[in-house]
């Protein structure tokens, strides 16, 4: 949180690029809610013992999304959702692009949504950037998803939204 907090002042410190930025802020795009039909509570049960699951269902993506906004540590959901992304692109060159904004936004020290993985893993995936492959996040995908499993599924699995989606 602390860092979260200092990453917020710097921006608000950050002298404006116009006057017109500092008067007008530029809205924020509103979230589109999932376009999937709500789960079945039969279904939704079955997020209590598989994270994968739930990262696979649109709206148990959304829903735990949005309870870990709520809980201000959005950010590893977003680098899972980045890397199954970054996995499915064929171009060497867009790979490259998706690899440093990953790695800018997640990844390095004081990023924006730095994630929270071991110097180990940081070393091993800045060495696999060099030649960006389709694998190059997977041990650090790996430390996240155990992270969100071990942590945060549990947490979602007592808040008041998955409830009642279970009722």
């Known amino acids: 949180r602390a860092k979260e907090i200092k990453t917020k002042l710097g921006t608000l410190l950050q002298k404006p690029d116009s006057t017109i930025d500092f008067i007008i802020p530029y809205p924020e795009k509103p979230e589109k ?7 079945s509570p039969e279904e939704a049960l079955q997020w ?3 994270l994968e699951k739930l990262l696979q269902n649109p709206y148990g993506l959304a829903s735990f999304c949005s309870f870990l906004r709520s809980e201000f540590s959005e950010e590893n959901a977003e680098f899972w959702v980045a890397c199954e992304d970054y996995k499915k692109t064929k171009s060497p060159a867009k790979m490259a692009e998706k690899a440093k904004k990953i790695y800018e936004e997640f990844i390095q020290t004081e990023a924006p949504k730095e994630v929270n993985i071991d110097h180990f ?12 492959s389709p694998s190059s996040f997977d041990m650090a995908q790996k430390r996240i998803f155990a992270l969100m499993e071990k942590d945060s599924l549990p947490r979602f699995v007592r808040s008041e939204f998955y409830q009642e989606l279970i009722k």
């Open 48 to 50: 209590r013992d598989s």
């Open 121 to 132: 893993t940081k070393a091993v995936t800045m060495k696999n950037l060099v030649e960006p």
């Open 33 to 39: 809610p999932p376009k999937t039909q709500k789960p």
